[in-house]
C-alpha cells in the first residue's frame, strides 16, 4: 500500500467535507449496486468430472532401482533407462486405509516429486476402471500445508509489530481483498459475466474497503479514492485501446488455452483486461495514497505555499515516484513470465517476429497500459489533493489576521509581544543571508510570510 504517516491528516473544511461525501458516497452506491447486478448466482457445473481422492501420509520408506529399457523406438533411436523405478511406502493417515501402509510407485516423469523418509505426502487413490473393488496409491505432492500456515504467521507478526494498528489494519485489508477476488471477481467471470466489467467493479470494492480501512475515513483518503478509481477506468479505456489496436485474442499463454478447453463460454480477450486492472490496482494504491500524503504534509511544513506551489512540489515527488515504480512493474511481470523468456531464448526465429507474437505483444500491452494508467494517477490525484487542501484557506487566513492584528498593535511598546513588523524583520533577519536581500525584497513589497522558506507556524 501507499506510504503511512502516524501523525492524523489535518481535517478538511466543513464544505470541502460535504463535497468529497457527496461525491464518493454515490460512487460506492453504484459500486455495491453493479456488484449486486453482476454478483454470480449459480455456481458452474464442474466439466472434468468427480475428483480424485486424497490422503495425507508419511513417507516410511524408499526402494530404488533403474527402470528397465524400453523398447527401440520407431525411428531406429534405441531406447534407454530414464530415472529411477521403485516402490515407496507411506504410512497412510487419511482414507480407508489409515493407519496401514500402502505402497506407491516411485514418482517419475516432468515435474514429479522427489520423496524421501519422512517427508509428508498426498496420495491419490485410483480405481481400476474394470474392476472397482482393486485400488492403487499415487504420490501426487508434498503437503506444504505447516509451512505456508508458519510463512503466513511470520508475515502477518511482522506486519503488526511495524505498524501496529495501522498493519492489523493492513491485514483486515488484505483479508477483504481475497475474499472479494474469491468471492466476486473469479465467480462472476466463471459465471460468463462480462471480464472487465467484473474487474472494474471488484477493482473498486478492493479499493473502497482497503483505503478507508488502512488509513481511515479522511479527506486524504477520500482524494486517494478518486485518484484511484479515475485512473482505472482510464486504464479501462486505455487496455480496450490497445488490445483492439494490437488484435490480441487472449489465447497468448498456455493457462488459457487450457481454461478455453474446460469453460468455453469465458471471452479471454475480456479476461485479458481484467488481468489489467485488477494487476494495476495495488500500485495505484500506492501511488495515489503517497500523493495525497505528500499535499497534505506539504502544506502542513509550509502553510504558506500557494496551490500552484503545492502541485508543482508534490508532482516532483511523483515523478521519482513513477521512474522506480516502472521499472517494478516490468521486473514483477519478468519474474512471472521467466519461463515465457526462456522459451524467446531458445526461439530461432527473428526478434522482430517474436516481439509481435501473440504470447509476447499480450506482455507488452499489459506493462505498457499498466504504466500509462499509473502515470496518469499522479497530476490526476495531486491535484485533487492540492485543491482539497487549500481550500477554505483563503477565509481562515483573514479571520486569524483580523483576531491578531489589533492585539499586537495596542501591545507595542509595552512589556507583551513586540509589534508584527519588528518580529518579522528579525525573522527576517534569521532566515535571510544578506542584507541587500532583504533591502530588495522590501523594496519589492515581498512580506516574509510569503516566502518560500518561512519556518513553522509556531514561530
Not at 516411485?106 to 482393486?134: I, N
Not at 516532483?316 to 513513477?322: E, K, N, P
Request: hydrophobic fraction near 45%; charged fraction near 15%; include cysteine.
Amino acid at each position: 500500500m501507499g506510504s503511512d504517516h502516524t501523525r492524523p491528516a489535518p481535517s478538511a473544511t466543513p464544505g470541502v467535507r460535504r463535497i468529497l461525501v457527496a461525491t464518493v458516497v454515490p460512487l460506492f452506491v453504484i459500486t455495491v449496486v453493479a456488484a449486486l447486478v453482476l454478483w454470480p448466482r449459480q455456481g458452474r457445473e464442474s466439466t472434468d468430472g468427480p475428483a480424485l481422492p486424497r490422503y495425507h501420509g508419511t513417507v516410511t520408506r524408499v526402494v530404488t532401482e533403474p527402470c528397465p529399457p524400453t523398447p527401440e523406438a520407431p525411428d531406429g533411436d534405441p531406447g534407454g533407462s530414464v530415472g529411477l523405478c521403485g516402490t515407496v511406502t507411506v504410512a497412510a493417515e487419511q482414507g480407508p486405509d489409515a493407519g496401514r501402509q500402502v505402497e506407491t510407485p516411485v514418482p517419475s516423469g516432468p515435474g514429479a516429486p522427489r520423496v524421501e523418509v519422512g517427508d509428508k505426502v498426498v496420495l491419490v487413490e485410483l480405481t481400476d476402471p474394470a474392476d472397482p473393488a482393486v485400488k492403487s496409491y499415487n504420490i501426487a505432492e508434498h503437503q506444504r500445508g505447516t509451512p505456508l500456515v508458519w510463512l503466513a504467521v511470520l508475515f502477518a507478526v511482522a506486519i503488526v509489530a511495524f505498524g501496529r494498528w495501522r498493519g492489523l489494519a493492513a491485514l483486515a485489508g488484505l483479508v477483504g481483498s481475497f475474499a472479494i477476488l474469491l468471492g466476486f471477481v473469479l465467480p462472476g467471470i466463471g459465471a460468463g459475466q462480462p471480464p472487465l466489467l467484473v474487474a472494474i467493479v471488484g477493482a473498486a470494492l478492493i479499493m473502497f474497503v482497503v483505503l478507508y480501512l488502512t488509513h481511515g475515513i479522511t479527506a486524504q483518503t477520500s482524494v486517494a479514492v478518486l485518484g484511484t478509481l479515475g485512473s482505472l477506468v482510464l486504464t479501462g479505456v486505455l487496455g480496450t485501446v490497445a488490445t483492439a489496436a494490437t488484435h490480441l485474442t487472449g489465447f497468448g499463454s498456455e493457462d488459457a488455452t487450457t481454461l478455453s478447453m474446460f469453460q468455453g463460454d469465458v471471452d479471454l480477450h475480456g479476461l485479458l483486461l481484467a488481468g489489467i486492472i485488477i494487476g494495476s490496482l495495488g500500485v495505484l494504491d500506492d501511488v495515489t495514497v503517497t500523493q495525497a500524503a505528500t499535499v497534505t504534509e506539504l502544506a502542513h511544513a509550509n502553510p504558506a505555499l500557494s496551490r500552484r506551489q503545492l502541485y508543482r512540489a508534490a508532482t516532483r515527488v511523483g515523478r521519482a515516484h513513477i521512474a522506480s515504480t516502472v521499472n517494478t512493474i516490468v521486473l514483477a511481470y519478468a519474474g512471472a513470465s521467466l519461463p515465457l523468456l526462456l522459451l524467446l531464448v531458445a526461439d530461432s526465429r527473428p526478434v522482430s517476429q517474436i516481439l509481435t507474437s501473440e504470447f509476447l505483444a499480450q506482455e507488452i500491452v499489459r506493462s505498457a497500459v499498466a504504466t500509462l494508467g499509473l502515470i496518469a494517477a499522479v497530476p490526476l490525484t495531486t491535484g485533487l489533493a492540492a485543491l482539497v487542501t487549500t481550500a477554505g484557506r483563503a477565509a481562515s487566513n483573514t479571520t486569524m489576521a483580523v483576531i491578531e492584528m489589533p492585539a499586537s498593535l495596542t501591545t507595542a511598546g509595552s512589556a507583551g509581544r513586540r509589534p508584527i513588523t519588528e518580529r518579522n524583520m528579525a525573522l527576517e533577519a534569521l532566515s535571510t543571508g544578506r542584507a541587500g536581500d532583504r533591502v530588495s525584497d522590501r523594496a519589492a513589497g515581498t512580506s516574509w510570510e510569503n516566502l518560500d522558506h518561512s519556518p513553522d507556524p509556531e514561530w
